[in-house]
């Protein structure tokens, strides 16, 4: 029977990963990372899957955002062939990785990148969205970042107003893509003597948010929650844990409020949560008054059977005349109080005639509890299922609405990542395949390596060889239909000395040629390492 995948409660391959060339397992269990003949500059981290009910599995690709590995930046992944299964396995599939799509490392220089996600712009859909920019402790400058689906950056957002640069948090863009919500870490001064800092002024963090206009750059909406929320509601005194600040100073400001999600209402208002008062902020989009609190010392609502705190991406999910329904990623813990013996996503029912806070549906890790005392995530997917990613946990689920986890998966231990999204995709690189050729002598067969960094649309891969550079001389050998990232193919027809790639869609149609290689032959002082298809690598 299939699982209920209705939002009741909320609303009352056949291709297993394509093998690569070679898997580097210097450090196979804190960071383990895909490598590529193709491309040895890359080693993206390996997206490791120990639950997969096929059948139930959400099509779509896989979005994340590693940090603190060698290669931290933009990643997209696949479904490894769920969504080409015909006959779905009756029984879950385990421990098998998924195929990388696109590696974005180095895409925005040596940036920090969060947050990336489908998102359209300026009326169209068919961009991605992430933030990038400088991590100062718990923050950052950055800039909102728009790219097509050539993988090319079209803009950047920025605050208007004289405001301090973006924060790395949260980058929201409205559906249609024309106007965008970016936070804002903005440094001032500030009377903090009663909190002890006294022999001088003050300083601290003023959690504030913008709406702008993405294409003049007009700011539509700007609000700052020192205005609105005393400092005496947070739970974080000065150096009250690692990244809070001691507030002595411009270069350690008080992290007062630590905002870190802000969400639109259908009405205009706007959801702010605040991890360090832990509290959600119905702020009114006309005046910037708090029209309610959920949570933390001055909360307009009572909690039955519900508790969160130290929480992250708080989002709407729908309301009526008296019940607002919102989820959020409840932390438990912000690596100094703790609050919950494990995280994960909640589903809250905020009823307005009340006053109480109730909860819905929580969402826990499948395989053990997991304490994640920073970031994390959750998206309602379109058939109904959830996706939720742990944060500081590397972690990525997907469940049923009902909560039946259908999908596990983890980066290296030494990872972390923000958020985790699933989205549909199609992408066009405006950079062509990547061919690699090798034989053991001149007398060999050739093995013939090709990826095509971030393309969505290949089939298959044919392959134009010939011992001269004569455009008239080159025959074709093939197809080679593509599996994951890094395609393998070889043929028993001999040695030749040049090579090109030609990349095929579904239907035949041709989406781009690699350069003309010259096929590698290792020296006789070489030989003795070498095999039929690569010599041997030193990870």
């Not at 899957?49 to 994340?64: E, H, K």
């Not at 294409?215 to 739970?235: C, K, L, Q, R």
């Not at 041709?510 to 390492?529: D, I, M, Y």
């Amino acid at each position: 029977m299939t699982p209920n995948i209705s939002l009741s409660k909320m609303r009352t391959a056949l291709c297993l990963t394509g093998f690569l060339a070679s898997m580097s397992l210097a450090d196979n269990v804190t960071q383990p990372v895909y490598s590529f003949m193709t491309r040895p500059d890359l080693e993206a981290p390996i997206l490791d899957v120990t639950l997969s009910n096929d059948q139930y599995v959400t099509p779509g690709y896989i979005f994340a955002t590693p940090s603190y590995g060698d290669q931290p930046g933009p990643y997209i992944y696949d479904n490894s062939g769920v969504s080409e299964i015909v006959q779905p396995q009756a029984k879950a599939r385990t421990n098998f990785s998924q195929n990388l799509v696109w590696a974005g490392f180095g895409t925005s220089g040596s940036q920090a990148v969060f947050d990336l996600k489908v998102c359209d712009y300026n009326g169209s859909p068919g961009y991605l969205c992430y933030t990038g920019g400088v991590s100062i402790g718990g923050y950052g400058r950055a800039a909102a970042i728009v790219m097509d689906n050539t993988y090319r950056i079209v803009t950047s957002i920025k605050p208007g107003l004289g405001r301090t640069g973006a924060d790395l948090h949260e980058f929201n863009m409205q559906p249609g893509g024309k106007t965008a919500i970016i936070s804002i870490y903005e440094t001032i001064q500030y009377d903090l003597s009663a909190y002890g800092v006294s022999a001088s002024v003050g300083w601290l963090l003023a959690g504030a948010f913008q709406e702008i206009d993405v294409v003049t750059g007009a700011v539509i909406f700007d609000w700052n929650g020192v205005n609105h929320v005393d400092p005496s509601e947070s739970y974080v005194l000065p150096n009250g844990n690692g990244i809070a600040g001691d507030g002595k100073s411009p270069s350690s400001p008080w992290d007062v409020y630590h905002l870190n999600s802000i969400d639109k209402t259908p009405e205009g208002d706007y959801l702010v949560s605040f991890r360090h008062t832990n509290t959600i902020y119905k702020v009114s989009g006309t005046d910037g008054s708090i029209i309610w609190r959920l949570g933390g010392k001055k909360s307009d609502f009572s909690f039955q059977g519900l508790n969160f705190s130290s929480q992250h991406d708080a989002r709407f999910q729908s309301a009526n005349t008296t019940v607002t329904i919102l989820s959020i990623f409840d932390n438990g813990d912000d690596g100094t109080t703790n609050t919950a013996p494990q995280s994960g996503a909640l589903i809250i029912a905020a009823n307005n005639d009340t006053h109480t806070a109730t909860l819905v549906q929580a969402y826990y890790a499948p395989e053990g509890e997991l304490d994640s005392a920073s970031q994390g995530n959750f998206q309602v997917l379109p058939n109904g299922n959830v996706f939720e990613g742990f944060g500081s946990n590397p972690n990525v689920a997907e469940f049923t609405n009902a909560g039946t986890a259908v999908w596990y998966a983890n980066l290296g231990k030494a990872l972390q990542n923000y958020r985790w999204y699933k989205f549909n995709w199609t992408a066009a690189p405006i950079d062509t395949p990547k061919l690699w050729t090798y034989a053991q002598s001149v007398n060999s067969d050739v093995a013939f390596y090709v990826s095509w960094n971030g393309a969505t649309e290949v089939e298959s891969y044919m392959f134009h060889v010939s011992n001269d550079t004569n455009p008239a001389s080159f025959t074709t050998l093939g197809p080679a239909i593509k599996s994951g990232f890094e395609t393998m193919y070889t043929t028993t027809t001999g040695y030749t000395t040049y090579a090109f790639v030609e990349a095929l869609a579904a239907d035949g149609k041709s989406l781009g040629n690699s350069s003309t290689v010259e096929t590698f032959v290792p020296s006789s002082a070489l030989a003795a390492v070498c095999g039929t298809t690569q010599c041997a690598v030193t990870s």
